[in-house]
């Protein structure tokens, strides 16, 4: 028991309360603290209205004002440890959604010269001019550099080497096409007044070298590829009739505007079939490894175990440039193996069906082992004791996987299937790194690609397309991807009874 002293009136040996010189450096810390914050949102606030982006202004404006509420409010004192993480929030969670929504339920799309969609018939012409014009089969192939002059102009020289081991080079500008009198033996720094561009500036810029009908004299098209350029004589392969129809003139198919199903349904349908067959291979895969290494009687489990599981230590992205190279029509190992199996040599990545084939197959490989991982842990988790009760009611092997062993492995890596179709729905890296969503689908006035999903099809639209960046239709597309994996969340909250087994423990 503590001893009084009278004189003081405090328990010997309690702590010395805080002095009031202490409680005043904190609170001159808090108050600078505040205004320098105060001063930076206003700073924020001003320039983003100067910009005319009110969003953002009323974004920070909120992130000051009730920063200060929450300070000087002594009731809301527990949230200022939460201060930084709610700023966070506001800013990169609750704004971003509003502004997507708002920008959905706009026209923001073609910012480009017209800001608005094309009429039926400016899009046929497009399709004409763009997307349907090539050179003539006799054209000749060149190596290329791209150039750029200040105003924004683009041109390339073109070189190729003759039969008598010389070469001949060509200046190609917008509108014009040069023979030069002498072919230089690497391409100059400057020419015509334009600017050699670098690797990484063509590589970001290709789009724009593509753009073959702003080369030539009219009568000559330049088609610019990544690693080649073609010259020849101009020769449109789409004929637009003005009856909505567009003919292809080479093969004679006679295409028809389709209002009802477009694009985009196309591509949600693969979309929805690539994530379906993903979780079923991955997890088929996946078990029957797990599987084989639950055997007691398998030798070097651990040797095993560890080289299957080498597809999901690396990085995704490795792994899929790799099989990039080796699905490579012309220098690929599978592409070799599979042109001595069948004798001929498939186009895995530029065949529409053997492209998606092989991202299935990719995706596979990747997603194998953490089912495996997953599988493997569930199968541990059932009682022998079990498989005891089946074997002596005399249950067969088949019996006892499809009746007892598949069934509680379901509850168990049920939930994990239903978020690895959600991962794969919007499994962006894979179709940017192995396809680039390609092959094209001829005549699309939009980037679109038969391997294209959802996601990377909204990424093409509002950042790769040539026509103007359609941030509209690209964020209607965003809150339509975002409300399918609500519902299958839901789904799989429903499927394992989460809400219910937490509403148990409160």
């Known amino acids: 028991m503590a001893v009084v002293n009278p004189a003081v009136g405090a328990p010997k040996g309690a702590p010395t ?18 205004t320098v914050l105060n001063a930076f949102g206003l700073i924020l606030v ?6 005319e982006n009110i969003g953002l202004a009323v974004v920070s404006g909120i992130i000051v004002l009730g920063t200060n509420i929450i300070t000087f409010v002594p009731g809301l004192a527990p949230l200022r440890w939460m201060l930084p993480g ?53 054209a000749l192939e060149y190596s290329y550099n791209g150039y750029k002059n200040d105003a924004g102009q683009y041109a390339v020289l073109l070189t190729r080497e003759l039969e008598d081991g010389t070469l001949e080079a060509v200046f190609a500008t917008q509108g014009s096409l040069i023979t030069l009198p002498e072919a230089p033996a690497e391409a100059p720094a400057t020419l015509e007044g334009f600017t050699l561009m670098t690797d990484d500036q063509m590589r970001t810029e290709r789009n724009q070298l593509q753009r073959i009908e702003d080369w030539g004299d009219g009568s000559i098209a330049v088609t610019i590829t990544r690693r080649s350029a ?7 392969l789409y004929e637009f009739n003005g009856t909505d129809t567009i003919t292809n003139r080479e093969t004679g198919a006679v295409y028809i505007a389709d209002d009802a199903t477009g694009f985009l349904v196309d591509i949600f349908v693969w979309t929805v079939t690539f994530s379906i067959a993903s979780v079923i291979l991955t997890f088929v895969f996946g078990l029957a490894m797990a599987l084989v290494l ?15 599981i080498i597809p999901y230590a690396l990085p995704g992205v490795i792994s899929i440039v790799v099989w990039r190279a080796m699905l490579n029509t012309n220098l690929g190992v599978v592409t070799d193996i599979a042109e001595g199996i069948t004798g001929t040599r498939p ?33 541990q988790a059932i009682s022998s004791d079990v498989y005891e009760a089946a074997a002596v009611d005399g249950a067969t092997s088949s019996q006892r996987f499809w009746r007892i062993t598949l069934p509680l492995l379901l509850v168990a890596v049920g939930p994990l299937l239903i978020a690895s179709f959600t ?8 179709i940017e790194a192995l396809t680039f969503g390609d092959p094209p689908i001829p005549s699309s006035p939009v980037p679109a690609g038969y391997t ?9 639209l509002a950042f790769g397309n040539d026509r103007g960046a359609d941030y509209g239709y690209a964020s209607a597309i965003a809150i339509v991807i975002f409300a399918i994996v609500a519902v299958v969340t839901l789904i799989q909250f429903r499927f394992t009874r989460q809400w219910e087994q937490v509403g148990e423990n409160v």
């Open 46 to 51: 001003y320039t983003f209205l100067n910009q």
């Open 230 to 236: 073609t010259v020849g004589e101009r020769f449109t």
């Open 86 to 138: 709610l700023a966070l929030v506001v800013l990169l969670v609750l704004y971003p959604i509003s502004y997507t929504l708002q920008t959905a339920f706009t026209n923001m799309g073609n910012l480009g010269d017209n800001p608005h969609p094309l009429p039926r018939g400016r899009a046929a012409a497009q399709i004409v001019r763009q997307g349907g014009v090539i050179s003539s089969p006799e």
């Open 17 to 34: 309360p805080k002095t009031s010189d202490n409680n005043l450096l904190l609170t001159i810390v808090k108050y600078v603290g505040l």
């Open 423 to 430: 991962f794969n729905f919007n499994n962006y890296l894979l």
């Open 347 to 379: 186009q895995f990545l530029l065949d529409p069906w053997l492209a998606k084939f092989s991202i299935l197959l990719v995706n596979t490989w990747l997603g194998y082992p953490y089912m495996m991982l997953v599988c493997s842990g569930a199968l």
């Open 294 to 308: 639950n055997d007691p009687r398998l030798p070097g489990k651990f040797i095993i175990r560890s080289l299957l």
């Open 452 to 460: 294209d999903i959802l996601i990377s099809y909204t990424y093409s």
